[in-house]
């Protein structure tokens, strides 16, 4: 039994100490946000956060997360209880595209902004070198982390509070 803290909850999981962390968040605790992307941690799919620093989980034994802190994109910010002001500026800078490298490279600005909250391209450049974007939304990804960075608030569009509006509106 490995006992771990994922997003503030306890949780404890019967599986090998050598079962990749990444499979444990999504097969046993139903946290499908981090992705698998080529399982040899070239690819920044499956970041998430260890004790506030970024890591992959496609090749971290679970055992090696059992006593630490581990945020996966769930747990950033949600639409329940706000979304992360990165977050916020990928919806707004139309980063996403397939959206499948997105919570990697959201959590590895995340912990870019949390050491430097102002970097430079090339800082950006540095932290974000290990997350693939196949989309190839690279710049816009920077922007992202350069609006976020500037203190800019950021609102996204919201289609179904657009909608609202027009129906008591129109």
Not at 111 to 131: C, F, R, T, V, Y
Not at 132 to 154: F, Q
Request: overall charge negative.
């Amino acid at each position: 039994m490995i006992k771990l803290t994922v997003n503030g909850q306890e949780h404890t999981v019967d599986v090998a100490a050598d079962t990749p962390l990444l499979w444990v968040l999504r097969e046993n605790l139903g946290l499908t946000g981090t992705k698998f992307g080529c399982g040899i941690a070239q690819c920044g799919a499956c970041t998430v956060h260890m004790n506030g620093s970024p890591l992959r989980a496609c090749v971290t034994p679970v055992a090696a997360a059992a006593g630490a802190s581990i945020t996966t994109i769930e747990g950033i910010g949600n639409q329940q209880d706000g979304l992360h002001p990165v977050q916020e500026a990928w919806i707004a800078g139309q980063v996403p595209q397939c959206g499948y490298c997105q919570s990697g490279q959201i959590m590895s600005a995340v912990a870019l902004l949390n050491k430097n909250p102002n970097p430079s391209d090339d800082e950006i450049n540095s932290a974000m070198a290990g997350n693939i974007c196949r989309c190839g939304m690279y710049s816009r990804i920077r922007e992202a982390i350069k609006t976020v960075a500037s203190g800019a608030v950021v609102r996204h569009f919201d289609p179904r509070a657009e909608a609202a509006k027009e129906v008591t509106h129109g």
